[in-house]
């Protein structure tokens, strides 16, 4: 057997109130691709943090070697210098940067007058893209761009430096299946060109094609290890995962369908790059209570922009929008959220969270007249429904007194399906709900979909996971090329009736 490229001995991390890694080791061989898996808060993205140098030698008890040397990274740089290169799990580009300075950012080439070669920069830029088949404007601020797209430009920065060992924290998470299958392909070529690679992904299917062997953590420890060689057993993964028997994935409540709450009719929606053009032309459809109804799509076919501008994030140029039987001109979020209406969307760092506050005060956010009198919260009611939606959605932090941004991202992100949950709602409309999010608890996610639809609350949904779209969704309609392709019964929806629709062949 080969020697391992990376040892990780016995690392131990806390951070107060919490040991988020106990005693972990692994092992990383050449021309490997390992997973990490566990369950949100499990200390994966902790770990990965440790070794590209973000919590310093020092921070941490334990031992990482390279081959044979010992490291003690001060920052990351001396994590890059020594091979290693990281992708994070929260985009961290510099928006207001071009595509070309955000990849080469801190390694301009220089001129022999010792200024920056824009020049280069560009072509740099320009064909560190090429490796990753993916056509960008190199010349484009980075904020203009979707989150795919910013996350191919991460993933080409990251290759910029020519790593030895290359870690991918939830790198699919943003990315459509197209672009999944175009990076599969490139780690596959890299494992050929000699680099090792670390690859966390909440996507079982994902990890069982692609990666060699699997390392499962659970609350800050090492559980249990198998390999491709082997047979992956996903019923005793999940297992090892959440530390019990899951059920069903996808709980049937009994429910009825109501009558319609909100229709549209010939909405017309302005694409949100390029000026002048529409991404939704003309798409008339209706919801009904108690009603799941799937919106499908590529990426790109504007279902996110369609749902922001029916909830009043975005102007809408034409169309009209009824909602509980009333025509609604200038749809505003504060109009929405009083009318009824919830939107989780899809970019939780813009639309998500107050950041400064703790669990507890992102999730009464919009029920804080319900719970307030004469001006004053209600602590103990507070308290109440704060302590059940912290408990039924498993949120893994000390306590609910825990401020938001230290979190992981998986639990972030239940807090905010929490926020909505708790509210009135008459409709709820939902982008990405389970992105990020640990197996064990999506089936938890999936059964309070459903609970509020036999309450006779109506449900947009909108996933790139279409087994999951098909499995929650009464109805589907699916966009493409700015208008509606396709109106689905359940009966007749099949991930290939979908796809077909979609792309509108
Ligand atoms: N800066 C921090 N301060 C306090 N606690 C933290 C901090 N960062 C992480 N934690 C805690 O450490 C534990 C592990 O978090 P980590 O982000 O490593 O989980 P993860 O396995 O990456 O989860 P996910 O799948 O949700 O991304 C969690 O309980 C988290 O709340
Ligand atoms: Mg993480």
């Not at 140098?53 to 490291?71: A, H, M, N, V």
């Not at 560009?122 to 761009?145: C, F, M, N, T, W």
């Not at 001109?329 to 969307?345: A, D, K, N, Y």
């Not at 389970?434 to 036999?454: F, P, S």
Request: net charge neutral; aromatic share 6%.
């Amino acid at each position: 057997m080969q020697n391992p490229i990376l040892t990780v001995s016995h690392i131990t991390k806390r951070f107060t109130g919490t040991t988020a890694l106990d005693n972990v080791s692994l092992e990383l061989y050449p021309q490997e691709i390992l997973a990490v898996m566990g369950e949100n808060g499990a200390g994966k993205s902790t770990l990965m943090k440790i070794l590209s140098g973000i919590y310093p030698y020092g921070s941490y008890d334990g031992e990482i070697k390279i081959q044979d040397t010992l490291c003690r990274f001060k920052s990351p740089a001396y994590s890059e210098a020594a091979g290693i290169a990281m992708i994070y799990q929260e985009l961290n580009l510099e928006l207001d940067l071009t595509v070309a300075e955000n990849i080469l950012l801190g390694r301009y080439p220089k001129t022999k007058m010792g200024l920056i070669n824009w020049e280069q920069v560009y072509q740099d830029a320009g064909a560190a893209l090429e490796r990753l088949q993916v056509k960008i404007d190199v010349h484009a601020p980075v904020r203009s761009l979707s989150p795919s797209m910013q996350q191919l430009v991460s993933i080409a920065r990251a290759l910029y430096c020519n790593p030895k060992i290359l870690i991918l924290d939830e790198p699919t998470s943003v990315l459509t299946e197209k672009e999944t299958e175009t990076l599969m392909q490139i780690l596959h070529g890299l494992q050929k060109q000699n680099i090792a690679c670390i690859y966390i992904s909440h996507k079982l299917d994902e990890v069982f094609k692609l990666c060699d062997r699997m390392v499962i953590l659970r609350d800050g420890k090492w559980i249990s290890e198998y390999s491709k060689s082997q047979g992956y057993q996903s019923t005793r993964i999940i297992e090892d995962m959440i530390g019990r028997r899951l059920d069903v994935m996808y709980p049937k409540t009994k429910k009825k369908i109501g009558e319609e709450i909100m229709r549209i009719e010939h909405f017309c929606v302005q694409h949100p790059f390029a000026y002048g053009k529409h991404i939704i032309e003309d798409v008339s459809f209706s919801v009904r209570k108690g009603e799941i109804l799937g919106l499908a799509g590529l990426v790109g076919a504007g279902r996110s922009e369609l749902v922001s501008a029916i909830y009043g994030l975005t102007d809408s140029i034409g169309g009209t929008l009824y909602f509980d039987g009333k025509k609604i001109t200038h749809p505003t979020p504060e109009r929405s959220i009083r009318m009824g209406m919830g939107f989780l969307s899809e970019d939780r760092k813009k639309n998500g969270f107050v950041w400064t506050m703790d669990i507890e005060q992102n999730m009464t956010l919009a029920i804080l007249k319900e719970i307030s009198q004469g001006g004053f919260i209600n602590q103990s009611r507070e308290d109440k429904i704060s302590d059940e939606y912290f408990d039924r959605l498993r949120i893994k932090a000390p306590d609910k007194k825990t401020l938001i941004t230290s979190l992981s991202g998986g639990n972030q992100q239940k807090v905010i399906i929490a926020k909505w949950l708790m509210t009135k709602l008459k409709l709820l409309i939902l982008d990405e709900p389970t992105r990020g999010i640990d197996v064990g608890t999506k089936a938890e996610i999936y059964k309070l979909i459903n609970d509020l639809a036999a309450q006779g609350i109506a449900v947009i949904m909108i996933s790139s996971e279409l087994p999951e779209l098909i499995a929650m969704c009464d109805r589907f309609i699916v966009l493409g090329k700015g208008v509606v392709q396709a109106e689905l019964s359940k009966k007749d929806a099949d991930e290939v009736s979908i796809m077909r629709a979609a792309s509108c062949t």
